[in-house]
């Protein structure tokens, strides 16, 4: 594990390729005792023609550079080759603005750096095999496992072919591309505040350039975007790849669920460590840390969560998020008699969590009502599927996402709802929150940066911007897909979401730096992920936090001992009514008497004191 940790804060300056003084053409260069010269030939090229089965021809881009104008018109479609000559045309970046772009989208093309060629090579470090090709516009069928990192150590020994390359693939005897720069031309970048045309540049698994016309190095595997979305990876924050329950686990562990996951466009997750009854948190991360990192095929991080709430858990939790990269847990408000939490134990588990600066999530749901239903619908002799619901209607989950809210606000700490399943919940949670019809910028929002900057991942992940991971999507969003079990890259037989019919895929997903999906195929290997830590206390929620600390801190009222003067108040009498006198009459100036409206008749409704009797007591009275 020691190897594969990355210091986030070290420096790691790109280089600085110039062109020659007075041009803006860059030719591809290769690396020669310090110096830089032209190689001819430098690329072989590999079209993916997405058109083919995408729904809509919006989001073009026509290039700038005349020759490539050419080139297109000459290929005759999304076909097309290129020679030596128009790679020293356009190596540098060509970007058009949106009124430039065609009405018709080219494919999205891939351009592999000369090493590819060598990919066919044998052990005799330069000698072509018999399949290697005769000419550039023949190219070869080349196996797509070559690409991948082996599965095993290369012989020892082993030359080495070129600049870029390092040991063989596996038992094939075939090197292995270990360059990691990658040059998407052509896209439409998509973060949370904005959009813009422009060139990313990826180097070491991260985004060293973004811009227009870049000075990149020779040797660069070249994506032409055409126009489509580059959008961040999406971050999926709630899943269970190894949750144990009642002796089984879930087919689709973490070399499963993350495969599947990068086949959408999902290139980190968070999963959810559970203990066992009797087993501690630090036994159970390392559990989960040890899986997760020999299966994970994108990069991973753990919540914890907490099933009891028991002496010594402080001290478990403090090491969690000081020394192990964990600031999030959650909570159970479900579960009696397993994983639920009393009030009071949630109260206390919010005061100690948000003194770590952790996230703390709720698994909101009356579990003492649930178990009741549970009850009685077992003794109805419902027993199939649908006692789970009826067990759990959502006025339970409403009344429970509100307890879990009122508590947080108390102690005034960020609180994260997990799984809201039920529209009251919803409602509860969002409040007056205006709803909008999403736009691009949404969509990155709710898929990656929203995620990231609540769980401190921000700007490494969720967001495109220079130092930010190489975690990328060229998305189509109008490509259309059909979900069924058939297709999809689950292990489970069954897809609940059988048939429905949605717009929007990934075309190639890039993890690391490096493309792990395209054209329908997966390129990868188990244990390629990487645990990613994080720190406490994330701005996004926390500023908030210090704020309303501020605002609504408690203050008691000071009462110190009394030193000013003190005054008498004299009684009032009380007023009575003089007795009358048969004697003399009364005197002029006397008050009328006082009438006591409690026993008046008089009602605001207009009735009177005997319409408001009831009938039998009326009876009484006048019969």
Known sequence: MAERKRTWNKEDDLPVYLARPGTTAQTPRQKYGGMFAAVEGAYENKTIDFDAYSVGKKGSRTPRS????????????DNYSETASDVSEISGSVISSPGERDDKTPGVEIRYPFERELLLQGPDNGKPSSGSRSSPSTPPEVDSSALLPPEQPPPPGAPLSAAGMSGYQGKKSIPRITSDRLLIKGGRIINDDHSFYADVYLEDGLIKQIGENLIVPGGVKTIEANGRMVIPGGIDVNTYLQKPFQGMAAVDDFYQGTKAALAGGTTMIIDHVLPEPGSSLLTSFEKWHEAADTKSCCDYSLHVDITNWYDGIREELDILVQDKGVNSFQVYMAYKDLYQMTDSQLYEAF?????????????????????????????????????????????????????????????????????????????????????????????????????????????????????????????DPEKGKTITAKSHKSAVEYNIFEGMECHGAPLIVISQGKIVFEDGNLHISKGMGRFIPRKPYPEYLYQRIKIRNKVTELQGVSRGMYDGPVYEVPATPKYATPAPSTKSSPAKNQPPPIRNLHQSNFSLSGETRAQRMPENLLENLYY
């Open 351 to 475: 005061t100690f969590l948000k003194s770590l600066g952790a996230v703390i999530m709720v698994h909101a749901e009356n579990g003492d009502l649930i178990a009741q239903e549970q009850k009685r619908i077992l003794e109805m002799g419902i027993t199939g599927p649908e006692g789970h619901a009826l067990s759990r209607p959502e006025e339970l989950e409403a009344e429970a996402v509100f307890r879990a809210i009122t508590i947080a606000s108390r102690i005034n700490c960020p609180v994260y709802i997990t799984r809201v399943m039920s529209k009251s919940a919803a409602d509860i949670i969002s409040l007056a929150r205006k709803k909008g019809k999403m736009d691009e910028n949404q969509f990155v929002a709710v898929t990656s940066t929203n995620a990231a900057k609540i769980f401190n991942l921000y700007p490494r992940k969720g967001r495109i911007a220079v130092g930010s991971d190489a975690d990328i999507v060229i998305w």
């Open 66 to 77: 005349g020759s490539r104008h050419d080139m297109l018109d000459g290929a005759g479609g």
